[in-house]
């Protein structure tokens, strides 16, 4: 019994199959995300690390033309790995198929240990792909949109990011990362929505103390920008200027008060 073609790929769960068009053997597989497996699969074969080494030399051997994906039925998660299984017994496994295994699997819920962790990411460094491997794995992206998060998901996701600190390391290699990248000037209209999402948000005592001690770390002596550097009469003039007329508030004067007072305590103990 051949296995049908029903539809080209779509972000559902069900069986799918990647066919080599000359010599009609094919790859069958399950997804949860048909879509997603599809990029995962292309990913794989055109940087030429795909985990199946008789569909990725037919791949280097075809060309990417020469490959189709397919989905051959869609269904639901519980019954994947059963209908997979009955896709795969259709088919000659030696001639027919390039699947290494004649049981069907899939990796829902299967979770590398610490050690395979470890050798995949060293196997993958110092790695450099070639400017046309770049320039195919963009042409198979395009149209591409990652599937949706349910809000219960991006809490999850939030929840476990908290409270992890940064390594040192980590810290300077994102600061490295960031060095020279020039940001794109906000428009008046982004600045105005900006402006508006943040009304009426209050910042707590806590959260203010900790931006106000991580200020002092980067701004205090050498590490201010302005260190050394004196305004000039130009700009003391036009800073005078600017501030001709105005007047404070009752609430902006008495903040003034306190800082100042705060400020000669703490002056007074370090003399």
């Not at 569909?55 to 059963?82: S, T």
């Not at 770049?134 to 476990?160: A, D, F, H, V, Y």
């Not at 300077?172 to 940001?183: C, D, F, P, V």
């Not at 205090?220 to 003039?237: L, R």
Request: with cysteine; net charge positive; aromatic share 6%.
């Amino acid at each position: 019994m051949k296995a049908p073609i029903l539809i080209t790929g779509a972000a559902r769960s069900g069986i799918y199959e990647i066919v080599c068009l000359p010599t009609g053997k094919r790859y069958i597989g399950s997804a949860i995300n048909l879509k997603e497996r599809e990029r995962v699969h292309k990913k794989g074969l055109i940087t030429n690390t795909h985990i199946n080494i008789y569909l990725q030399n037919a791949w280097n051997k075809y060309g990417e033309e020469n490959f189709k994906f397919n989905v051959i039925l869609y269904c639901k998660k519980r019954v994947l790995i059963k209908k997979e299984q009955e896709f795969i017994d259709s088919y000659n496994l030696k001639k027919e198929l390039f699947n290494i295994c004649p049981t069907a699997g899939s990796a829902l819920g299967r979770k590398h240990s610490e050690e395979t962790k470890n050798k995949i990411s060293l196997s993958e460094k110092g790695k450099i792909i070639s400017k046309e491997t770049r320039q195919k794995l963009s042409e198979s992206l395009k149209g591409w949109e990652p599937p949706l998060m349910s809000e219960r998901t991006k809490n999850k996701i939030s929840e476990s990011k908290k409270g992890i600190p940064l390594s040192e390391e980590h810290k300077k290699k994102l600061s490295e990362a960031k060095k020279g990248i020039k940001r794109i000037p906000f428009t008046e209209e982004t600045k105005r929505k900006m402006s508006e999402t943040r009304k009426g948000i209050k910042l707590s005592e806590k959260v203010k103390l900790k931006m106000s001690e991580a200020k002092k770390k980067i701004y205090k002596g050498k590490g201010n920008p302005f260190y050394g550097k004196e305004h000039s009469k130009e700009t003391k003039e036009k800073l005078r200027q600017a501030n001709l007329g105005k007047v404070a508030s009752e609430e902006s004067r008495q903040k003034m008060s306190e800082s100042t007072k705060k400020w000669w305590c703490e002056h007074k103990k370090a003399s």
